[in-house]
């Protein structure tokens, strides 16, 4: 069956994907929505109700828009909901309707009638370039493939024609929605359910109770020990904590396997694979058989390690802060205090949007002297290094 043009309502792309999903090689529909990467994220292009704009493909989330988009839709509220972040923070959103919601090479795909998430106004997101996130509960009973190669999304009803080896199937947890989960073995017989987020620019995050499992089961060794925040989520900065360094010595995902991957623990509801994976291999997920595919791209097993500096940096109000400390430095510089200099250098002021999208600090060697201002207005100079 062709089609001129896809017109799909929520409602209707249930029944029809329960209804389609047979074993006909032949889809009944096939989608090829192009994307481009920024500093880990998938970026894709789509038309709400008509407006064009860019957003963020995120597996692990539902449809978000910013407040910037509903106000030149002129979308008010119905409703309020209460979410929890990626760091278990949080806070309460509006939510509205979305007329319709468009992708894809022509004639694409047109869904229609989604309910969805208004982020607060001013919100980091903004400064991405973005005009809000797509979420996987849009595609309910299809198929969704995401191929780094081709640097496209694929959304069928059918999977068959991509003649996947059932190697690479694991099964698809229904753990929350439409947001995929599968169940990996971190090592040592060490289980874990772990969201696919590529929403998510990290290889793997590991919660703090699998990273502890794994350090008694002897699955992981502890690299370092740090304080600090683990990072920015919907509700902003994650608050500051302790954290540990870890390295996983062996992860498999369908019959792809990595090696010493280096993680630091997080405060946060569930593990998460990221877009990081997608650099390995090809993603593929079928709701309507509820499985999870993962084609690797290379059938030996893949080293992941790689030094990191025992600091971290962020912005904070046009300025590089120190955002965690590793190791020895805990005792030395705190987060939140000013960056003044590295080797020297003034550290100007920084443009948050170009913090988003590429590295904060850009240092060339693997040893540098950064001039730090403490909270108690005096300056200290310390050495920072790759480990």
């Not at 991509?162 to 060490?190: C, D, K, S, T």
Request: contains cysteine.
């Amino acid at each position: 069956m062709k089609f001129k043009q896809l017109y799909i309502s929520l409602l209707v792309v249930s029944l029809a994907f329960s209804c389609f999903t047979t074993k006909a090689e032949t889809p009944a529909f096939y989608v090829e929505v192009p994307y481009t990467t920024i500093n880990g994220k998938i970026i894709i292009e789509a038309r709400a109700e008509g407006v064009p704009g860019k957003f963020i493909f995120d597996t692990g989330a539902p449809t978000y828009i910013t407040y910037s988009l509903a106000r030149r839709l002129s979308l008010d509220a119905t409703s309020t909901q209460n979410i929890l972040d990626a760091h278990n923070q949080s806070m309460t959103l509006e939510k509205t309707q979305l007329k319709s919601l468009s992708m894809g090479i022509k004639p694409g795909i047109n869904i229609e009638e989604i309910p969805v998430t208004i982020m607060p106004e001013g919100h980091l997101i903004e400064q991405f370039g973005v005009d809000g996130m797509i979420g996987c509960e849009l595609f309910p009973g299809a198929v969704v493939r995401i191929d780094s190669r081709q640097k496209k999304i694929i959304i069928t009803d059918n999977i068959s024609p991509f003649r996947i080896n059932l190697r690479n199937r694991l099964p698809l947890l229904h753990v929350q929605g439409q947001i995929p989960f599968i169940e990996l073995n971190v090592g040592a017989g060490v289980m874990e359910t772990v969201m696919f987020d590529s929403g998510s620019g990290a290889f793997y995050e590991m919660i703090s109770a699998t990273a502890s499992e794994a350090l008694r089961e002897n699955a992981a060794a502890l690299q370092s020990k740090g304080y600090g925040s683990s990072g920015i989520g919907m509700a902003g900065v994650a608050s500051a904590g302790e954290h540990n360094l870890i390295r996983l010595f062996e992860l498999r995902v369908s019959t792809g396997r990595f090696r010493n991957i280096v993680t630091e623990s997080m405060d946060a509801p569930c593990s998460r694979l990221g877009s990081q994976l997608l650099d390995y291999g090809t993603v593929t997920i079928d709701y309507a058989s509820s499985a999870f595919y993962f084609e690797p791209f290379e059938s030996a097993p893949q080293d992941l390690y790689k030094k990191r500096w025992n600091v971290d940096f962020t912005v904070a109000n046009g300025h590089v802060v120190i955002a965690c400390v590793w190791g020895e430095l805990v005792e030395k510089i705190s987060p939140g205090e000013r960056v003044l200099k590295i080797d020297g250098e003034p550290v100007g002021e920084v443009n948050i949007a170009d913090a988003l999208q590429s590295s904060i600090v850009k240092i060339k060697n693997e040893k540098a002297i950064i001039t730090v201002l403490r909270q108690d207005g005096t300056e200290v100079e310390v050495t920072i290094e790759k480990k």
